[in-house]
């Protein structure tokens, strides 16, 4: 669908950036909600992230979707993170610092 929809760049549109982890469910909702959109091929692999041109007149029924998915998106001036993603890697970063420490005690004592 993105290839025939280039010409919504020539539209009132805007930009909508979506998470790697959501953008299948959310291209499969905007398929079966018959919303055209197009997809920015430069952005893929610079961020983790897509970036969306969509029609300002499907904006409500964008909305409907993202809240009723739970997708994270965000648009070029609001800009969204996923913090359950940050806090399980946090998570994961103390876990690792808390290991590192009692090695370091370990070491410490027998030496």
């Keep these: 669908m993105e290839s025939e929809t280039f010409d919504i760049n020539f539209q009132d549109h805007f930009k909508l950036y979506v998470l790697f982890k959501d953008i299948i469910v959310f291209e499969h ?3 079966l909600k018959h ?7 430069g ?3 610079l961020k983790n992230e897509r970036r969306y041109f969509l029609l300002e ?3 409500f029924t964008i909305n409907e979707i993202i809240k009723k998915k739970g997708i994270v998106a965000s648009t070029e001036t609001i800009t969204m993170t996923d913090y359950t993603d940050v806090r399980k890697v946090n998570t994961l970063l103390l ?3 808390v290991v ?12």
Excluded at 35 to 41: A, E, I, L, R, T
């Design 57 to 59: 007149k499907d904006q």
């Design 29 to 31: 909702e905007l398929q």
């Design 35 to 41: 919303v055209s959109f197009h997809v920015d091929p």
């Design 43 to 45: 952005e893929a692999f």
């Design 95 to 97: 876990y690792i610092v």
């Design 100 to 111: 590192v420490v009692v090695l370091l005690i370990v070491t410490a004592l027998i030496i």
